[in-house]
């Protein structure tokens, strides 16, 4: 049978398209192939080793990281987190205060703006970042300094609700930015606590702030997370919150600044769920066998998907269906990881042979895992390919006859 020049140039072009001809690994800044990634399981699985307890990935990771800030295993943030202790006012919080039988001054109050109590004929009393306790004893004070009273009067102070508050979260954090935490609107009290005083609530501690902000990026040093209020900075310990024990959490006011600071490495424990960890992952994913025309042909609305904090290439690359199927033709299918390095803000391309990494006994050491933002494309096996090679010298075909 003699082939059509025409169609032997499309079964030329079909097979290079059709993916018979190789494709070089894709290209990094950052030296990711040998471990200079932002995590070493980045790094191109190039030796196939028998033994599989030789796992190195997490001590590579560790050969780049910084001391830890305090290293005083948590004693200073102990003094530091009990001089925090308590419910710290914050402006917009609203108070019930009681001078003995004194309708004058008995009433509710709002601490303003510029974070002060106003009474009645006296001068504003400073509020924000205090105790009620303290606040007490303030009222007392300017009471007796400003003669309504000779002898200190009975005073109760007590929280009817307590506002948000809008604070700065930078350093490791996935999403540094001023955030407003801590509102609890009526409708998601019930009617005892609307009318109950004693306000609390753990919606505006540190560790609240932090999850606000996307949470801590895996070279995150919570051994150190810096809190700056009225001029003072205060290091924490905030390593308790993954150990379940010694937890420093301490209650915040607004226009407090807080700072995580990195260890720059990535540290594989701090890839579990946790009070300041990420939500979750958003991951941008693709399994089109073929290049869509249109978003709803692809059903592009589909295919940003939430996964748990702590998931792996390949939980994604199993979640996305490109695992599974008949041997014979998917056997052979590869994936892509487009991810970004968090400190220096350099993009990384990993691309994995599916199969290949389902096979290895030391798999763990090359399975990344996923960082917010991540996306990750399949691409089908060969015998795929030549079934698309096959369909497209079909049209070519039909092309030449018409011809």
């Not at 002898?151 to 948000?164: G, K, T, Y």
């Not at 930078?170 to 019930?190: C, K, L, N, S, Y």
């Not at 990750?376 to 096996?381: E, F, L, Q």
């Not at 079909?394 to 006859?401: K, N, Q």
């Amino acid at each position: 049978m003699i082939i059509p020049p025409q169609l032997a140039s499309a079964l030329a072009a079909a097979l290079i398209l059709g993916g018979c001809a190789g494709f070089d690994r894709p290209d990094n800044l950052a030296p990711v192939n040998a471990g200079g990634g932002y995590q070493a399981q980045w790094r191109d699985p190039d030796v196939r080793r028998a033994d599989a307890s030789f796992l190195r990935s997490a001590e590579i990771n560790a050969q780049r990281c910084l001391p830890f800030g305090q290293g005083d295993d948590g004693k200073a943030s102990g003094v530091i987190a009990r001089s925090l202790a308590g419910v710290r006012l914050s402006r917009g919080d609203l108070l019930d205060i009681r001078v003995g039988e004194d309708e004058t001054f008995t009433a509710a109050y709002e601490v303003s703006r510029d974070g002060t109590l106003r009474l009645p004929f006296l001068a504003a009393i400073p509020a924000q970042g205090q105790v009620p306790d303290r606040i007490e004893d303030a009222i007392a004070d300017a009471l007796l300094a400003d003669g309504f009273y000779d002898d200190r009067p009975r005073i109760s102070v007590r929280l009817m609700d307590l506002a948000s508050v809008s604070v700065g979260v930078t350093g490791a954090v996935f999403e540094p930015h001023q955030v407003e935490i801590g509102g609890v609107g009526g409708i998601d009290r019930d009617q005892l606590r609307q009318v109950a005083l004693g306000a609390s609530t753990e919606a505006r501690n540190l560790s609240a702030a932090i999850r606000a902000a996307g949470g801590i990026r895996p070279d995150a040093d919570l051994s150190s997370v810096e809190l700056r209020r009225g001029g003072r900075l205060y290091r924490i310990d905030m390593r308790g919150v993954f150990q379940g024990s010694d937890i420093v959490d301490v209650m915040l006011v607004s226009g407090d600044e807080i700072r995580v600071p990195s260890r720059r490495c990535f540290q594989e424990d701090l890839m579990r769920p946790g009070p300041v960890s990420p939500p979750g992952v958003s991951l941008f994913l693709s399994n089109l066998t073929q290049p869509a025309t249109h978003n709803a042909g692809s059903a592009v609305g589909r295919e940003v998907r939430a996964v748990p904090w702590g998931t792996r290439y390949l939980q994604a690359v199993i979640d996305t269906n490109c695992v599974g199927g008949p041997r014979a033709t998917s056997a052979d299918r590869s994936a892509v990881l487009f991810s970004r390095d968090p400190v220096t803000g350099v993009s990384a391309v990993i691309e994995r042979d599916i199969e290949d990494l389902l096979r290895r006994a030391d798999r763990d050491d090359f399975d990344p895992y996923l960082m917010p933002g991540d996306a990750i494309a399949c691409y089908d096996s060969a015998i795929t390919n030549l079934g698309e090679v096959g369909r497209i010298l079909g049209l070519m075909g039909a092309f030449v006859l018409l011809d």
